[in-house]
């Protein structure tokens, strides 16, 4: 591991307590498709799932935008792994603070990104 | 009725139908917190609600933008009636389009907007 890699590995990334999760900031991260396309993605996945695996042909800056929409707001938990992260949904989380918004979510059908 | 009202009550006020409103749309028109509210007090009604019988301490712009924004992404119906207009929730529609997602929406704890 370089000094960098140890670095970022030691960085905390921010993510909100389940309490401090609020439904308008919740509703913005899901309102762009990717970002849904994203959870509806994690959502079929009961491993944690590593950034970079998903690919939507946009570039790695915009995905890492998303990611850190997702996660700012309480929809993805994420851990550094070395040089990666992987990544979780926070269902749980979700489904304390919104009963019913995120199985709402994902039932319904998806629309080109 | 002056000629310029005459031509606003003529004027149709676009509304996607039913099958062209799409989840990502909504969750936007949904994420803010002034929309939101104005969503929650219309769905407290059993009557349509005449535009500007809702006070936030917006402007009237700030307000015409929301209405506006919430009519074509299709979370409500707008109707002229003279010089105001008239705002349902179409509670129907979404619930067909996105089965327990306004439901999900409004049972969430309101936050200050």
Redesign the interface.
């Known amino acids: 591991m370089t000094v960098v890699q140890a670095m970022l590995t030691g960085m905390e990334l921010h993510h909100p307590e389940t309490s401090e999760i609020?439904?308008?900031?919740v509703?913005?991260a899901?309102?762009?498709?990717h970002r849904?396309e994203i959870v509806r993605r994690l959502a079929e996945d009961s491993e944690p799932r590593a950034c970079g695996s998903l690919d939507f042909g946009v570039t790695k800056s915009t995905m890492t935008h998303h990611y850190r929409t997702l996660r700012e707001t309480g929809v993805i938990r994420q851990e550094r792994r070395g040089t990666t992260k992987l990544t979780w949904l926070r269902r749980d989380d979700l489904d304390a603070?919104?009963?019913?918004?995120l199985?709402?979510?994902l039932?319904?059908k998806p629309?080109p990104a």
């Open positions: 609020e439904l308008p900031a509703l913005h899901l309102s762009d498709p849904l603070r919104f009963p019913g918004l199985e709402a979510v039932a319904s629309v």
